[in-house]
């Protein structure tokens, strides 16, 4: 089963066509997760992702002082990690502007079980 997320919070291009906050899908298979961001014209070198205390932070900040209208473009990105997540072995690619970021799930963590009340 794939159960596929929108990103409510997705604002696109502002009126000066500056990228404010990129459009994101959010997956789940029975394997993964799969978070994947529009990106368009970033390369790896571009972003900066890291994982701290249980949160993905995805940041992308770029200064041009050599064009002559000096173009400044940032975002961040946060999510929480669920704890059925392999931090550890969280993959990232950039391929033809989309960012891919797949987090394993570890089948021992996400065992479910019922909590019996007293």
């Known amino acids: ?14 009126t000066k066509g500056f990228l404010s906050t990129p459009e994101t899908n959010i997956e789940k298979t029975e394997t993964e997760y799969l978070i994947s961001l529009s990106v368009p014209g970033l390369t ?12 993905l932070k995805i940041t992308y900040e770029k200064s041009d002082s050599d064009n002559r209208n000096h173009f400044v473009g940032s975002f961040i990105k946060s999510y929480s ?17 989309i960012l891919t970021l797949t987090l394993p799930i570890d089948k021992k963590k996400s065992l479910e079980r019922l909590i019996s009340l007293n």
């Open 1 to 14: 089963m794939i159960t596929l997320f929108k990103d409510p919070f997705y604002r696109g291009f502002d």
């Open 44 to 55: 790896k070198d571009d972003l900066k992702i890291m994982t701290k205390e249980g949160v």
């Open 81 to 97: 990690i669920p704890d059925d997540v392999k931090e550890k072995d969280i993959l990232g690619k950039v391929e033809n502007g």
